[in-house]
Each structure stands twice: as C-alpha cells, then as structure tokens.
Antibody, heavy 119, light 107 residues
C-alpha cells in the first residue's frame, strides 16, 4: 500500500522558517519525480516545487523562488521542503505528491501538512 | 506561465445525469493534461492523465478528451460519491499549472 506522510507544519511568524518532510513507502520512491503542491484555505492548487527522481534538477514557482528549497534522500525515501522568509500568503496546506512525469500528473499524494504564517 | 481556465465554475447535476467539464490552456500543452477530483478535507485524486488515460482504479464513467488547448472531462452517470471539486492541470511546462476548479454539486 502506498503511503506518503507529511510532517513539519505549524504556526510560524512572518519571516520565519520551517522544514517540511514527506516520508514515502509502498512504491519505488527513487523512480518518481516529486512535487510540493499547496492549497491556501478555500483556494485552488498551486505546484510550488519539483525535483527529478535522482535530485539532479529542481524547479520552483516564481512565488517561492529564493525562499524555498526542495531536496530528497532516496536512501530514506524522504522528500523535504525548506521554507524560509515566510509570508502570510504562504499559509496553506502543503501536499507532497509523486509522479512519473516531471511537471505533474501526480498519482500519489500525502494527506498534507498545514503551514500557518501569522504574528 | 500557462494559464488554465475551467468552466463552468459550478455545475449542478442530478444523480444519474451526465456532467461535462471544460478546461482551456492559454497555449498548447499537447496531451500533457491531467484531471483531479478533490473532496473536502482530502488530498486531490488523479483521475485522468495524458488527457484521456484513466488512472489506476478510476471507474469507466470518467473519461477525458482533447489535445492542444481544449480539454473535456465527462462523467457519464453521476454517482453520489462523485460530487466534489475537479481540477485540470497542464504538465507540459514548468510550473505545472492548475485550473481554478469546477465544483460539481447535487441539483
């Protein structure tokens, strides 16, 4: 059974940082591109970062470029997102997602972790 | 960035009826188009990839069509469990952009 479990979310002040993690099991993690997709309360979906199966290439939405860093450890089947210089507009549920395609079409999703940026 | 536009924003349908959802891309995305279903409090679920290929375990009442800039998701006979928000996503270019969603509600 495929499982993806995010952790690391929480309440943080503007300008603060967090490290989100996504632990995966039940599929060949090292064979998949991985994505972080966020959803602000009551809003739609935004893919904010992607990483190739081997970690060789990373991608960022303009809205987070320079502030977020995606990485992965295939030996631990874990995906990470370091989020820094947080803004109130970064408040969202952050999902990790897996796909055979580089830029989307994610067949596997975690349950999400909520990041709230507020003073 | 490719802009994805979905229509209508809300679709009111009776159980057993057919639902047709549209998605338009601001430039060609070939067949690199996915559809997702999202229910309240849940992660999205992949329904369709490659514009017309059902994902594993997705019932045959869900079908996708189109290529280039115009795409359609059809639900042939709506079941009670199908009422949700549906998103299209292009994954031809980075970032993989989503439409704003179509809410399918019970009429």
């Amino acid at each position: 059974e495929v499982q993806m479990v995010e952790s690391g979310g929480g309440l943080v002040q503007p300008g603060g940082s967090l490290r989100l993690s996504c632990s995966a099991s039940g599929f060949t993690f090292s064979g998949y591109s991985m994505h972080w997709v966020r959803q602000a309360p009551g809003k739609g979906l935004e893919c904010v970062s992607a990483i190739t199966h081997n970690g060789g290439s990373t991608y960022y939405a303009d809205s987070v470029k320079g502030r977020f860093t995606i990485s992965r450890d295939n030996s631990k089947n874990t995906l990470y997102l370091q989020v820094s210089s947080l803004r109130p507009e970064d408040t969202a549920v952050y999902y990790c997602a897996a796909s055979g395609a580089l830029y989307g079409a994610d067949g596997y999703w975690g349950q999400g972790t909520l990041v709230t940026v507020s003073s | 960035e490719i802009v994805m536009t979905q229509s209508p924003a809300t679709l009111s349908v009776s159980p057993g009826e057919r639902a047709t959802l549209s998605c338009r891309a601001s430039q060609s995305v070939s067949s690199n188009l996915a559809w997702y279903q999202q229910k309240p409090g849940q992660a999205p679920r992949l329904l369709i990839h490659g514009a017309s290929n059902r994902a594993t375990g997705i019932p045959a009442r869900f079908s996708g069509s189109g290529s280039g800039t115009e795409f359609t998701l059809t639900i042939s006979s709506l079941q009670s469990e199908d009422f949700a928000v549906f998103y299209c996503q292009q994954y031809n270019n980075w970032p993989g952009t989503f439409g704003q969603g179509t809410k399918v509600e019970i009429k």
